[in-house]
T-cell receptor, first 114, second 114 residues
Framework: AQSVSQHNHHVILSEAASLELGCNYSYGGTVNLFWYVQYPGQHLQLLLKYFSGDPLVKGIKGFEAEFIKSKFSFNLRKPSVQWSDTAEYFC????????????FGQGTELSVKP | DAGITQSPRHKVTETGTPVTLRCHQTENHRYMYWYRQDPGHGLRLIHYSYGVKDTDKGEVSDGYSVSRSKTEDFLLTLESATSSQTSVYFC?????????????FGSGTQLSVL
């Protein structure tokens, strides 16, 4: 079965530190890839997405992600985090033959210390 | 915010009782999803629908059934609730199943099974 793995369960950083959150998926075909963020007490929001083209995609709030097909990875990065980035981050995948079946990773909780 | 409403927002029930959660949308979107969110597991897909009377199972469908008799409503039923079904349940809607550029989440239903 298709799955999405996020390696880091909880990440703690100081402000201005760089961030990289890992995401790997287990599907050999074409996929659409997403990163979502959930701030405390709020809904999920889309950070960025990859469908095709340039494998380095930029999203909102200074986030970016790189799709590496050979590694089945879609890691999220930010050069300098802020306290307001404290949230839970979810990687998600839609395999191309699954009719819209959106599969999430287990999430990474990011805590940024001021 | 997208017109998506989940009801009830909170429910406490006893083991063995049936429970139905409702997701109502006013966006006329084709795709609707039910997820449960649990610490350490992220969002796991229970069932999804790609049209009226068209539904399919997700990763954790055991113990759950769904129905979609009209575009705007997607019902999730726990035939006989168990304590392991204590969770936060999120409904999501999308106009396009593959692209999910506009995937909207409801506010969630906190279900406690005692």
């Amino acid at each position: 079965a298709q799955s999405v793995s996020q390696h880091n369960h909880h990440v703690i950083l100081s402000e201005a530190a760089s961030l990289e959150l890992g995401c790997n998926y287990s599907y050999g075909g074409t996929v659409n890839l997403f990163w979502y963020v959930q701030y405390p007490g709020q809904h999920l929001q889309l950070l960025l997405k990859y469908f095709s083209g340039d494998p380095l995609v930029k999203g909102i709030k200074g986030f970016e992600a790189e799709f590496i097909k050979s590694k089945f990875s879609f890691n999220l990065r930010k050069p300098s985090v802020q306290w307001s980035d404290t949230a839970e981050y979810f990687c998600a995948v839609i395999p191309d033959n699954q009719g819209g079946k959106l599969i999430f990773g287990q999430g990474t909780e990011l805590s940024v210390k001021p | 915010d997208a017109g998506i409403t989940q009801s009830p927002r909170h429910k406490v029930t006893e083991t063995g009782t049936p429970v139905t959660l409702r997701c109502h949308q006013t966006e006329n979107h084709r795709y609707m999803y039910w997820y449960r969110q649990d610490p350490g597991h992220g969002l796991r897909l229970i069932h999804y629908s790609y049209g009226v009377k068209d539904t399919d199972k997700g990763e954790v469908s055991d113990g759950y059934s769904v129905s979609r008799s009209k575009t705007e409503d997607f019902l999730l039923t726990l035939e006989s609730a168990t304590s392991s079904q204590t969770s936060v349940y999120f409904c999501a809607i999308s106009e396009s199943g593959q692209n999910n550029e506009k995937l909207f989440f409801g506010s969630g239903t906190q279900l406690s099974v005692l």
